[in-house]
Structure formats: structure tokens, C-alpha cells
């Protein structure tokens, strides 16, 4: 009954891989978000999707591609990993409607690239 | 654009002491402000927010924090913490208009016995 949920948890890889995290959630929310927080825990919004639409994207590489087959999912796929990328990555999702709706967060899916 | 200071990364305190986690704000637009908490190895929380209204937002772990618009701030403040409140919390903006949270660089609060 996890509201928002990510796979795999860890991902360890080598550079130069490609790599897709999932993302699900079961609130029948609309609007779904990728952040990435890096080793410092800061935490920067990447993408959003409203009902399998992107509305936002954060100047992230081209070597990373959202992609939602419908309102309930947002996988993050990522070509040619690099030392960089190495963070924890969460999922959000939220409610559209009035402002400031509370977004809830998946887990977290730990990336190390070696 | 907005931008969130969180001047402190970390807050020691023993347990039972009352503790303030500061948080700074600029926007050119209206904002709405969160205050989340992330548990060890957790996903990010929601502990309470100001949309409009009083000043004064209270969570319902006894949590709470003012909205100061002039000094463009929004403290987190407990009066008596415990052990379970160690964690990072994250202080958040979200301008009227865009739905999107630029978070703050969190503060670490660890409370001790």
C-alpha cells in the first residue's frame, strides 16, 4: 500500500551504462516529479509531468529521458551514465488543483556510477 | 527565480532543549512555503506549509514556524525535541503560478541525550 514507489532502491553501475529507474504511485495524483539530490543533500527539481505531459525540464542533459506511460508512472532513463550522476534520485507525485498541494516522495533510489 | 538559504547544516541540541532551524527567502513573485523532513534513508515528508492566512502554521508533531514577510523568512521552531526528531529538514518555496519546489541545502538537526 506504499503511496510512492521507486525501482530498484540501489543501483550500482559502471560510466558509460544505460540505466532506468521506475517510479509508481497509487494516490491518483496527476502531476509526477524526478529530483535529484546530490552528496552534499542538496536537492534540485529535474522534471515534471502533468497527466504523461512534460512541463517542466530543468536544463537536465539529453542523456536523461522521462518517460510516462500514464498518469500513475514517470521512469527516468539515462544514457551513457557519468561519475556525475552519481546521487540519490526521488520520485513526487501531487495532486492538480489548488496551489501549494503537498507532493509526496518515493524512497529514493541510490545511484552510485564506478 | 527563487532561491532558499538555510544558514545552518547542522543544529546539535540535547534532547528535551528547544531549537529554531533558520530559513531565508527571495522571490520576485508571491511564494508558498514548506518546511519537509527526511528520516535516515527516507523519501522527504511534508511537516507543515503557509499558503495565506496567520502567520503562525503548527504541524502535528509540535513543530512549528512563522511566516515573516518582511524579513522574507520562515523558521522552524520546537520548544522541546526528542530523540525521534533527528533528521534533515528541508525548508521550500513554491512560487504562485509554477508548480515547483526549489528547496534550501536542508539542516541536519541532531538531537542528543
Known amino acids: 500500500d506504499t503511496a510512492v514507489s521507486q525501482t530498484p532502491k540501489y543501483l550500482v553501475t559502471q560510466m558509460g551504462n544505460d540505466k532506468s529507474i521506475k517510479c509508481e504511485q497509487n494516490?491518483?495524483?496527476?502531476?509526477m516529479y524526478w529530483y535529484k539530490q546530490d552528496s552534499k543533500k542538496f536537492l534540485k527539481i529535474m522534471f515534471s509531468y502533468n497527466n504523461k505531459e512534460l512541463i517542466i525540464n530543468e536544463t537536465v542533459p539529453n542523456r536523461f529521458s522521462p518517460k510516462s506511460p500514464d498518469k500513475a508512472h514517470l521512469n527516468l532513463h539515462i544514457n551513457s551514465l557519468e561519475l556525475g550522476d552519481s546521487a540519490v534520485y526521488f520520485c513526487?507525485?501531487?495532486?492538480?488543483?489548488?496551489?501549494?498541494?503537498?507532493?509526496?516522495f518515493g524512497p529514493g533510489t541510490r545511484l552510485l556510477v564506478l | 527565480a527563487q532561491s532558499v538559504t538555510q544558514l545552518d547544516s547542522q543544529v546539535p541540541v540535547f534532547e528535551e532543549a528547544p531549537v529554531e532551524l533558520r530559513c531565508n527567502y527571495s522571490?520576485?513573485?508571491?511564494?508558498?512555503l514548506f518546511w519537509y523532513v527526511q528520516y535516515p534513508n527516507q523519501g522527504l515528508q511534508l511537516l507543515l506549509k503557509y499558503l495565506s492566512g496567520s502567520t503562525l502554521v503548527e504541524s502535528i508533531n509540535g513543530f512549528e514556524a512563522e511566516f515573516n514577510k518582511s524579513q522574507t523568512s520562515f523558521h522552524l521552531r520546537k520548544p522541546s525535541v526528542h530523540i525521534s526528531d533527528t533528521a534533515e529538514y528541508f525548508c521550500a518555496v513554491e512560487p504562485t503560478g509554477r508548480r515547483a519546489l526549489t528547496f534550501g541545502s536542508g539542516t541536519r538537526l541532531q538531537v542528543q541525550p
Open positions: 522571490s520576485s513573485v508571491s511564494v508558498y
Open positions: 513526487a507525485s501531487q495532486k492538480t488543483g489548488a496551489a501549494a498541494e503537498t507532493q509526496y
Open positions: 494516490l491518483g495524483h496527476d502531476t
